[in-house]
């Protein structure tokens, strides 16, 4: 049976394919296209490793072949954790050969992420690596099984030869089965082809169901105003599942124009420097810490970086003054991206003017993009100024994954998301991010879920209340202060973070500062006033400087 999923409303769905957005075809044509254009063209350089299209091709043709035969089937589910490599893509390509849902976890997610994933998802697959402290050896594989029974596993080898956990198969072997005669199955385009995950604001951790039509509409629309061609190469340094990373144009949209990607294991400059002399790469999406710490070490290396075109900045607010130095100290575009695993991407185009590059997000990348700023009573607010902003379109999702609660919040009766983000628009349609009303923390790019974190602290006997704030910093452009009541007076921060981890929370997640208070401060209906402990918490870091 096919992932029931929010669809869009027919009249919708019929005009986004009038308009030829939606194609009906699954997103393993962007691979047959380039078997036909340029098989042997260089898909993917991995450390020493380098593979074609056809190599992409016939490996994910073993590993969907090798799947199958464990039994594996067309609307199936999968949950999958794999690091900043190759395999990453190639098993991405598999599942969709096959027809199989992946979530594709983050390396940096933990035992409670993976389990809330597989919770709602029912994985009958398991694709992990040994590299992850969580499938060294079987037990969390067996805590899986408790959650989805007839789970299957392979794993990615740390290195060659080490050690797997009972009842798994390796990667490497799956991929090195002959696939002869396989036919791959896809799920039809306008159903589910994967889950992307939510930043979210909510206890548990949220999965957007994308459809093939809405997905590969996104990342052709992506790589029309990016210009990708054969001759982009990419660098692939942010986590490989993110959305951002993988569609805005992101790895999907270079193999869309037939060009190279390039995998570094995290964006850390010298490194990243040092692959982007080699592989001579001109395109890199980044988040605002990571330019920050580019621009630091750019001086002494400018020569290494001249092959450099464009540099994205998206995921978190980026400084104006740090924009402003892009093109003169990394010598290349800037281009400004804000998007969403929930759909809407905007960015600033090509041939804008600088000031508009500095100052500005961008704006909508498709022209059936609906946007709505509004008021907290319902009503648009007057042209530059600020509202919530609200979007609706033809590759912008109608439903968070089994959640009617929370979409019954964040959705109106015409179907518009409402992100969470202030926006402001301009008379051109560009949208200037000026703050949130979501209960999150943009921590550099990195989404925490405040009641999350919340709910974790509060379970331990020693707290009595709990808010989780985001405090000012200087790289991250926020951290996560948590503001506790402990019943227990010798309570340390340390205490804490290691009962979070030992609660299996991924390490982002952990509060940077912990603030011990005697009562938190209540509003008039009585709920936790958290303005006001960021504003107290602003305060108090203004006063450090
Ligand atoms: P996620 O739900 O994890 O996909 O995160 C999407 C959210 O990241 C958006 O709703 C914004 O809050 C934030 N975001 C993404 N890009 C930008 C940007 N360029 N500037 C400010 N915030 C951004
Ligand atoms: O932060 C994001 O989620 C994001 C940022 C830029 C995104 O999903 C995207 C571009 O597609």
Not at 198 to 219: A, C, E, F
Not at 309 to 325: C, S, T, W, Y
Request: include cysteine.
């Amino acid at each position: 049976m096919s992932i029931a999923f929010s669809a869009w409303p027919a009249e919708l769905a019929a005009r986004y394919r009038a308009k030829g957005y939606w194609l009906d075809l699954p997103m393993t044509h962007i691979l047959q296209e380039q078997m036909r254009q340029r098989p042997e063209a260089p898909a993917i350089l991995c450390g020493e490793r380098s593979f074609s299209y056809a190599q992409l091709d016939t490996l994910s043709d073993s590993l969907a072949a090798a799947l199958h035969q464990q039994g594996l089937r067309t609307h199936d589910t999968a949950l999958v954790q794999l690091p900043n490599q190759a395999e990453f893509f190639i098993t991405y390509l598999a599942l969709l050969k096959l027809g199989v849902a992946p979530v594709n976890a983050l390396f940096s997610h933990q035992r409670l992420e993976l389990l809330a994933y597989a919770r709602q998802i029912q994985p009958r697959l398991v694709i992990g690596s040994t590299q992850h402290s969580l499938f060294a050896n079987g037990d969390f594989l067996n805590e899986l099984r408790d959650v989805a029974p007839s789970l299957h596993a392979v794993m990615l080898e740390a290195s060659e030869g080490a050690q797997l956990p009972a009842s798994c198969l390796r990667l490497a072997d799956c991929l090195a089965a002959p696939a002869e005669g396989y036919t791959p199955t896809p799920t039809s385009a306008d159903q589910v082809a994967f889950f992307q995950l939510s930043g979210g604001s909510t206890g548990t951790p949220k999965l957007i169901p994308r459809t093939h039509n809405d997905y590969y509409y996104s990342v052709r629309r992506s790589v029309e105003i990016c210009q990708l061609s054969p001759e982009t190469r990419f660098l692939c340094a942010l986590p490989a599942g993110h959305n951002y990373t993988m569609s805005s144009p992101g790895v999907l949209g270079v193999f869309v124009a037939g060009g190279t990607v390039i995998m570094a294991r995290d964006p850390e400059p010298l490194n990243c420097f040092a692959l982007i002399e080699r592989h001579q790469v001109n395109w890199v999406p980044l988040v605002p810490p990571a330019v920050a710490l580019w621009l630091k070490e750019a001086p002494s290396h400018r020569a290494r970086l001249s092959s450099l075109k464009v540099i994205q900045v998206g995921g978190a607010n980026f400084a104006e003054a740090l924009a402003r130095r892009v093109p003169a100290e990394l010598g290349c575009q800037l281009q400004q991206v804000f998007g969403m695993a929930e759909g809407l991407v905007n960015y600033t185009r090509l041939d804008d003017e600088p000031e508009r590059i500095f100052t500005t997000q961008g704006c909508p990348m498709s022209p059936d993009d609906e946007i709505r700023v509004m008021d907290v009573d319902g009503q648009p607010v007057p042209q530059g100024q600020p509202g919530m902003l609200a979007t609706r379109g033809p590759y912008t999702f109608r439903g968070y994954y089994q959640s009617p609660e929370h979409n019954a919040q964040v959705f109106d009766a015409e179907g518009f998301y409402y992100s969470g983000d202030l926006v402001e628009q301009d008379a051109q349609g560009y949208l200037r991010v000026v703050g949130r009303v979501k209960d999150q923390i943009n921590r550099g790019g990195e989404k925490i879920a405040a009641a999350e974190v919340e709910n974790l602290l509060l379970q331990h006997p020693g707290i009595t209340h709990a808010a989780v704030v985001a405090m000012p910093d200087e790289l991250m452009g926020e951290k996560s202060c948590a503001c506790v009541v402990a019943s227990d007076s010798a309570l340390k921060p340390a205490a804490l973070r290691k009962y979070l981890r030992a609660q299996g929370v991924a390490e982002f997640k952990l509060p940077d500062r912990f603030q011990f208070l005697e009562q938190l401060p209540l509003t008039a209906v009585g709920k936790i006033d958290k303005q006001r402990l960021r504003n107290a918490l602003q305060a108090s870091s203004s006063e450090q400087r």
